[in-house]
């Protein structure tokens, strides 16, 4: 790396360390603005304010990043363009592609970051948040309840819960079926149990069923039936787990959010959406190097019309792809295409057309 390439680099991490410092600022100042009365009726301190946009801060700059990324490098690239500093480059021998090259790299290596940052920072901030929201603003509930939570706990185990509530650790309506996967041609049902209620037990560390029925099938005509006012249940699943089975999409890992997948789908549940959600979340930071593609072959290219028109331009196909980006889901979801095609299709058409811009590109 030479000392233009230190140059470009340091130039554009400059800039885009203000350009997020002033969005973010006008980001929290509106979003204040407009929640101020929620502070005021809750009377919070102000070290408690202070926290929340701390926390709040992270979700910021997950939207802000790839649009900072993008003006930073449309200034720096359009200001060495403007000052003829670029066709010096060329003389010298330095092509497009070699001015890309830094500009590229900082562009990747910003999009491994922002993975790393959205993947596990973000839904821990996130989740942080809630709490803030719950306990100081009387705003929110900790974790969402859960409805028809169907999961396979084993591999001859079924469970359903018509309804769980993170706060009381309790569930309501627990249907338990556990198979003998000896049996031929397909397994038997062997026990069925049925209970009112499930409570997580933290002496013990397990799950306690209420009002139990307990049916143990030895054939098609003969059901053994016994009742228990409690009786303990050994599963797999454990109460931490559960608790995250009821957070927000945006308040799970991505190892949590494959977790939850994984188990809504040994349900049987219909899980393609969420799976879409899953590979947009991970095709998302790619953004961060796609926009550098295009500003540099907007930016690089010395215009009658300044650097505003070039910006828009660059701003215009930008926002085009975060749209295309947002919509294209649904649409795979109809066509019923592959969930990692579909999260990932925006990144393949638009690193397609940010690369033949930059061969189209003549300075």
């Known amino acids: 790396m030479n000392l233009i390439d230190r140059y470009i680099i340091k130039q554009i991490i400059q800039t885009l360390f203000f350009v997020l410092m002033a969005l973010s600022l006008i980001f929290i100042i509106i979003n204040f603005t407009d929640r101020s009365h929620i502070f005021m009726d809750s009377k919070v301190k102000l070290i408690i304010t202070v926290k929340y946009y701390l926390v709040y801060l992270p979700e910021i700059l997950k939207i ?6 993008l003006i930073s490098c449309l200034f720096v690239i359009g200001r060495l363009s403007n000052n003829n500093e670029i066709i010096i480059m060329k003389s010298g021998g330095m092509s497009l592609s070699r001015l890309l090259f830094p500009v590229a790299i900082l562009g990747i290596l910003f999009s491994i970051l922002q993975f790393l940052f959205n993947g596990w920072v973000v839904p821990k901030a996130n989740l942080e948040k809630e709490n803030i929201s719950r306990i100081e603003l009387n705003r929110a509930k900790s974790g969402n309840p ?28 627990l249907i338990l079926e556990i198979y003998n996967e000896n049996s031929l041609p397909l397994p038997k049902l062997e026990t069925k149990i049925e209970a009112q209620t499930i409570i997580w037990n933290k002496t ?9 029925i307990y049916r143990s099938i030895v054939s098609n005509s003969e059901i053994t039936t016994i009742r228990y006012d409690s009786l303990p249940v050994e599963l797999n699943i454990n109460v931490n787990q559960m608790e995250k089975l009821s957070r927000k999409i945006d308040e799970m890992t991505f190892n949590e959010l494959k977790e939850y997948i994984e188990l809504l789908k040994n349900g049987g549940k219909d899980i393609k959406r969420l799976e879409v959600d899953y590979y947009s979340e991970q095709a998302l930071p790619l953004a961060n190097f796609i ?35 947002k919509m294209f889901n649904p649409i795979g979801i109809e066509l019923n295409m592959p969930p990692q095609l579909i999260g990932w299709s925006a990144n393949i058409l638009f690193i397609i057309v940010g690369t033949i811009t930059i061969f189209k590109t003549r300075t």
């Open 64 to 69: 802000l990043t790839p649009v900072s990324i």
């Open 146 to 173: 859960i409805s028809q939570l169907t999961f396979r706990d084993s591999p001859n185990k079924n469970v359903l819960i018509n309804y769980y509530d993170p706060m009381s650790q309790k569930g309501y309506g």
């Open 204 to 212: 013990q560390k397990e799950w306690i069923l209420e009002d139990v």
């Open 291 to 325: 926009v550098v593609l295009f500003a540099v072959g907007f930016a690089s290219v010395k215009k009658k019309n300044g650097l505003a028109t070039q910006i828009a331009a660059a701003m215009i196909i930008t926002f085009t792809y975060l749209i295309f980006f």
